[in-house]
């Protein structure tokens, strides 16, 4: 993964051939960047992209999610969830690798967005916890399905991949063995249920 000077500009650029997804060679090429490890860096994102490394991080795989996902779903339900995906999730999961996000992240993330509280010291509602469980679940499922990223739960949870499965402990998990935000059947602070 070589990266090149430009002499007359003073600015560095990666140049490599890829296997598309038909099969074919194709060239690519991008300049303009003031660092040899700038280049480098982009030459191995766009690669891990391409080739749907799950060493890549999770930032860079939820591009490739969007790009896998953005022509399927209404624009006003993209909208909202490309906003849950950057706000909510990429600040926290953002550089962290795939391959390496567990359970005990997931329960820190959901642990840190039950304790939120607004300048009125409002939390999120229920409905509005489950709508961002429901997005990470949407990009680990899709992780899981179309590039084979092993779940680390799959092994221990009684029921295989159909619905909803609960373990020792009453934790619910969903299809891709994330735990689950729940409320209260009498409008109680919701819940983590853990594993």
């Not at 624009?75 to 953002?94: A, C, D, Q, R, S």
Request: glycine letters at 8%; a positive charge.
């Amino acid at each position: 993964m070589p990266a090149y000077k430009d002499k007359e500009k003073g600015t560095w650029y990666a140049s490599f051939y890829y296997e598309d997804w038909t099969g074919k060679k194709v060239k690519k090429m991008k300049r303009g960047f003031p660092t040899k490890r700038e280049a480098l860096e982009w030459e191995r994102t766009f690669l891990q992209q391409q080739t749907a490394d799950l060493e890549m991080t999770f930032e860079n795989f939820v591009a490739v999610y969007m790009a896998d996902m953005k022509g399927r779903i209404k624009e006003n339900t993209w909208g909202t969830k490309e906003h849950i995906l950057y706000k909510k999730l990429v600040p926290y999961f953002g550089k962290r690798k795939m391959c390496d996000i567990h359970s005990k992240e997931v329960i820190a993330w959901q642990n840190e967005m039950l304790n939120y509280r607004d300048k009125n010291g409002k939390p999120y509602s229920p409905v509005y916890l489950k709508t961002l469980h429901n997005q990470l679940s949407a990009v680990f499922n899709h992780a899981v399905r179309h590039y084979n990223l092993k779940s680390e739960s799959q092994s221990r949870r009684p029921g295989g991949e159909h619905g909803q499965a609960k373990e020792p402990g009453n934790a619910v998990l969903d299809k891709g063995g994330v735990p689950k935000i729940c409320g209260g059947h009498d409008g109680q602070a919701p819940l983590l249920l853990r594993l």
